[in-house]
Structures are given as C-alpha cells and as structure tokens.
C-alpha cells in the first residue's frame, strides 16, 4: 500500500516510555490453518449496511479443537452452523471483535471444518460505499462500493482469521446494480443475471493469500484490455476516461518484463486488474490481482509533472505482486519487506526507463524524506523493524520509516553487495518462501547465501536500529608528508532509550580533488571518531565523502583542519 505523499508531512508520533520490545513476539498464535473464504454478498445502499452469507473453511493445526475463534467486528449474526446443516451451532460474541463457536465434536488436525455464516453489518472500516459525484449535468463517477483490507479490516464485513500469517484460497459472489461492474480477486467465473437487472459476479483467487488482499470493486466501469505475455491485463476506468489508460498506465508492461528479469520470478498469477475508484484515502493497494488505486492519483497522469508520480504508484503497486503478495510479512512489524521493496523497485523502474542519474535522484529524496522525519520525531522514529506496530486497526505503521527509509536501505544493500549477489539474493529470498510469510531474518540468510558474507551488522544497525549518522568530516593537507588527512566523527545522539547506534558501519569512498587531478580512496568508519592518513596526489581544493551517494541516509558537515 503507497500513502498518498504528494508532499512530506512531518507526523506526530509518541514514543513510549519502554522500548524493550526485543523480547516480544508480533506474531499472532494460530491454532487452526483458515484454507477457503466464500464470500456471498449483498447490500443495502442507502442504509450502507452488507448483507453477508459466507463460508469459511479450516482445519486444526497442532492439536484437536473443540472451538474456534473468528475475528468478527459489529456484526450482527442470524446464523451460525456447519456447512451443508440447518443446525445452528452455539456461539457467542466477545467484545471487541471475536466470534468463538463452539464445536459439535473435537476435531483433529488434517480434519476439514466448514462453516456457514450469515450476517448483516453496518461496518465503519472495511468496505466503503461512495455516493454517485455530479457536476452540473456530468457525472464524474457512479455510486461505488469498494474495500481497503490492510492493515486488519476485513473482520469488520467477514468472520475471518484477519492476520497476514494465515494465507487462504477466496471466493466471491458480488451482487451488483444494473449497469455496474464488479471486479474481484482472480478468474472471472461469470455472471448471473437476476430480476430488476442486478447480477452476481463470481471471482475464484486458487492462491493462497493473506487475507487482507482480498477485495472486490463494484461501480460503473469500462474495461480496457491488454496482454503481458498470456497474463490479461485489465483497467477499469469510468466511462469516459479510457483516454487517461495510456499516460497513466502505459507503462505497465515494461514494469512487468523487468521486475521478471531482475528477479528471476514470473509474475505468479493469472490476471492483473488495475481499478479507479474515489475517495480512497491511499495512493493505491496491492489487492492480489486486482490493484485498487486512487482516482485523484490516476487523473494526474493528464498533467506533465503528474506522470513520473503516476509510474511510480503503478510500479510500487505491480512490485508488490512479488514483495507482498508472493511473500508477505508475517507480521506488522515486518511490514517494510513488503513496502521497502515496492518502494526500492519504484526507483528500479526509473533507472531501466531514464537512466541511473534518475535513479539516484528518486534515492536521495527517499531519504532526504525519511531523514527530515526523523528529525521531526527528536530522531527517535521507529526501527525497519516496527517495535511500535501492535495495530489490527491502526494506520500508524504507514510511515516515511516504513516507505522511504525502507526502500534507501534496500538500495544501501544493494551497494554493499554489488547487483549480481544482490539479485541472486532477490531470487533466492522470492524461490525459497514464494506463497508463505517472511521475516527479516528470512532476507538476511538470502543474501548470506548468495554473497558469502557475514550480513548481520548490517542488518542490525538499518533495520533493528534507529537514526541515522551524522558525520563531522574535517580535512586537511600536511605539506611536510604530501598526504592528506581525515578526521571523521559520528555526532548522533544515542542512548539505551533511543536504540540509535553510537557509532555506524560506514564503507564508503572519499573523493579529493586536486590541482592533479580527482582521485577516490575508500575508507572504513566504525567508530565514534576515526583519524585517516591518506595519499593524493596533491593538495585537495575539495573533498567529498560518498560521491556516489551509496549510504544515502546521513547527513555530513564539513570543516577544514588547520595543520601546523
């Protein structure tokens, strides 16, 4: 999911007073396997209230079960039995959002349950209804019904086991108005007409998935069609706007031959939709197969200056189908391997379409971006690995850290290890773990493996760790040896409280430009203060550390030492 960030808002965020989280697991306890969600739905326009008869299927993990918990927010139940049975099954509702149903027998691991469900809910997150917009006599938009399930909305229309860790299968019956679309999650199965010209999209998804990617649009909409390869492309656009498909979305198939060949993965499903829709409160989301984006976002690919956001927001959200969607964090916390990498692989698209100049220009605002931040936070913003994110139904986790810090520290990994280990690592990470959820360390042994090399420090001090350097760089010519000397010190603040590191692996270069000529050396700063003796070929005029801009997230000051 990619925040509407069309410019950086510095954002309030309270620290607590305890840190120490080291300790504490963000996974969820699980003690059955959710395997396939039927979703029959109905609703209630004016009332905005969903008419639910839904199916979930699961089976036991570790040991028999004799209840089941779903997660289920404000619903009002009218039946709760097993599938196939008119036999309503006990059940009671516990505030806030559990559904606990009691079983007629214990069930044992490997034995399928299925239950039906019906229901009707007025839900406050979830699934929005959006009212038809006129100006004058112009309609800009249909009414619309959509859904935004990330972080954990889902529970809030669907009794559902809402946490990443539980990937499941998903079937849609989606009952639109005549004239409307519906468009959802994998195959188009058909339609079914009903009286009054209404009709019922059905969707089948095969691949298991996290739940909060199941989604479904219904609006009035027209259909472009295109291919990648034998994977139909879809963009559903309001009548009228078919002519906005090429600036916005004209490059998508480019996006997709090089995310396949950089990976070394083929985009792993059968369509890929892309689907307008109002007052979405994101840029856009990675709902598998079927990616919901912000109409107002879209529209500014009329405008020159708009388009380069547009790409990016097409690229963070296809980028996605692997980094989120093939595997997708196990936890909140973990929530920058899915946004770190989609954000990475925006600046990736723009370094194969415009070359490595706008590359590099994408990384230093990313960073510029996290940095400022930062700063506004005391410099005591949250780590890659978001102690903090212990929100079901919280936006908190959404932040310049998780986006912008995350995709530079990718690009800083990408650096130290050169792109041949880097990609192998890519391939590695995506091949090993492909349709199941990941952790840190998941990465971290990947690009172990494909570089031969001891990884921990860096993955320490950029993701479990806070901040970012500050480097005092004072330089200064000896005459008397003909070298030039370096004095570097790392000036942020750190102590046990902010988990910002004392003093940061650094490897970079450092280049001197001279009456002779610019010549680079390469230096390795791990300590709070470190002094370099260094030959140049003459007294330097300038010096600048990490031309290349390979650790983008620091902030370096520069004096000249006076040497007698």
């Known amino acids: 999911m990619r925040k509407l960030l069309l410019s950086i808002a510095v954002l309030v965020f309270v620290v607590p007073a305890s840190l120490s989280s080291e300790n504490k697991s963000f996974n969820r306890e699980r003690t059955y396997d959710v395997l396939h969600y039927i979703m029959r739905l109905d609703f209630d326009r004016p009332a905005k209230i969903v008419k639910g008869d839904s199916t979930v299927e699961l089976t036991p993990l570790e040991s028999a079960i004799s209840t089941v918990d779903l997660d289920a927010r404000d619903l009002n139940f009218e039946f709760v039995g097993l599938e196939g049975s008119n036999d309503e099954l006990p059940y009671k509702v516990i505030q806030p959002k559990t559904l606990r149903i009691t079983l007629p027998r214990e069930y044992k691991p490997g034995e399928k349950i299925a239950f039906r469900i019906r229901y009707t809910a007025k839900p406050k997150k979830g699934i929005y209804f959006v009212d038809e917009l006129r100006d004058g006599n112009?309609?800009?938009?249909?009414?619309?019904?959509?859904?935004?399930?990330?972080?954990?909305?889902?529970?809030?229309?669907?009794?559902?086991?809402?946490?990443?860790?539980?990937?499941?299968?998903?079937?849609?019956?989606?009952?639109?108005?005549?004239?409307?679309?519906?468009?959802?999650?994998?195959?188009?199965?058909?339609?079914?007409?009903?009286?009054?010209?209404?009709?019922?999209?059905?969707?089948?998804?095969?691949?298991?998935?996290?739940?909060?990617?199941?989604?479904?649009?219904?609006?009035?909409?027209?259909?472009?069609?295109?291919?990648?390869?034998?994977?139909?492309?879809?963009?559903?656009?309001?009548?009228?706007?078919?002519?906005?498909?090429?600036?916005?979305?004209?490059?998508?198939?480019?996006?997709?031959?090089?995310?396949?060949?950089?990976?070394?993965?083929?985009?792993?499903?059968?369509?890929?939709?892309?689907?307008?829709?109002?007052?979405?409160?994101?840029?856009?989301?990675?709902?598998?197969?079927?990616t919901t984006m912000a109409d107002s976002q879209i529209m500014l690919a009329r405008l020159e200056f708009g388009r380069p956001l547009v790409e990016d927001l097409v690229a963070h959200e296809l980028a996605h189908s692997w980094f989120g969607n093939l595997v997708t964090c196990r936890n909140w916390a973990e929530l920058w391997l899915n946004e770190g990498f989609a954000t990475f692989l925006e600046a990736v698209f723009r370094e194969k379409a415009y070359g490595r100049a706008n590359y590099d220009g994408k990384i230093r605002d990313e960073a510029a971006a996290y940095m400022g931040y930062a700063v506004g936070q005391g410099n005591i913003d949250h780590a890659l690995f978001n102690t903090l994110a212990d929100a079901s139904d919280d936006d908190s986790m959404f932040t310049t850290v998780t986006y912008q810090k995350g995709g530079s520290v990718i690009h800083m990994l990408r650096e130290e290890l050169g792109d041949e280990a880097f990609w192998k690592g890519v391939n590695i990470?995506?091949?090993?773990?492909?349709?199941?959820?990941?952790?840190?360390?998941?990465?971290?042994?990947?690009?172990?493996?494909?570089?031969?090399?001891?990884?921990?420090?860096?993955?320490?001090?950029?993701?479990?760790?806070?901040?970012?350097?500050?480097?005092?760089?004072?330089?200064?010519?000896?005459?008397?040896?003909?070298?030039?000397?370096?004095?570097?010190?790392?000036?942020?603040?750190?102590?046990?409280?902010?988990?910002?590191?004392?003093?940061?692996?650094?490897?970079?270069?450092?280049?001197?430009?001279?009456?002779?000529?610019?010549?680079?050396?390469?230096?390795?700063?791990?300590?709070?203060?470190?002094?370099?003796?260094?030959?140049?070929?003459?007294?330097?005029?300038?010096?600048?550390?990490?031309?290349?801009?390979?650790?983008?997230?620091?902030?370096?000051?520069?004096?000249a030492i006076t040497i007698r």
Do not use: C
């Not at 963009?235 to 990976?263: H, N, R």
């Not at 709070?528 to 005029?541: A, H, M, N, W």
């Open 429 to 559: 990470y995506l091949k090993k773990h492909e349709f199941q959820t990941v952790e840190t360390p998941d990465l971290i042994e990947a690009m172990e493996e494909a570089s031969g090399r001891d990884l921990k420090w860096f993955f320490d001090q950029w993701v479990y760790k806070r901040g970012f350097p500050r480097l005092k760089v004072a330089h200064g010519w000896d005459s008397r040896t003909g070298k030039a000397r370096l004095r570097i010190e790392q000036t942020q603040a750190s102590t046990s409280a902010n988990k910002v590191p004392s003093a940061f692996r650094l490897p970079f270069d450092v280049k001197f430009e001279t009456s002779n000529g610019a010549v680079t050396r390469t230096v390795l700063v791990e300590k709070r203060s470190q002094e370099f003796i260094l030959d140049v070929p003459g007294q330097p005029s300038k010096v600048e550390i990490d031309p290349a801009n390979k650790i983008p997230i620091k902030h370096v000051s520069y004096s």
């Open 138 to 290: 112009r309609r800009i938009h249909s009414s619309q019904v959509w859904t935004q399930g990330e972080s954990e909305e889902t529970h809030h229309w669907l009794p559902s086991f809402d946490f990443p860790d539980d990937k499941a299968t998903t079937e849609q019956f989606l009952t639109a108005e005549p004239g409307e679309t519906a468009i959802g999650n994998g195959e188009f199965l058909g339609k079914k007409e009903l009286e009054n010209g209404r009709a019922v999209f059905h969707y089948k998804m095969n691949v298991p998935h996290s739940l909060y990617l199941t989604s479904f649009v219904i609006g009035e909409y027209n259909k472009v069609e295109d291919k990648y390869k034998d994977i139909p492309l879809g963009y559903y656009v309001y009548p009228g706007q078919e002519k906005i498909v090429e600036p916005a979305y004209g490059k998508t198939k480019d996006m997709f031959a090089l995310f396949e060949d950089l990976t070394k993965v083929d985009y792993p499903y059968n369509k890929y939709d892309q689907t307008m829709v109002a007052d979405f409160a994101f840029g856009g989301m990675e709902n598998i197969t079927a």
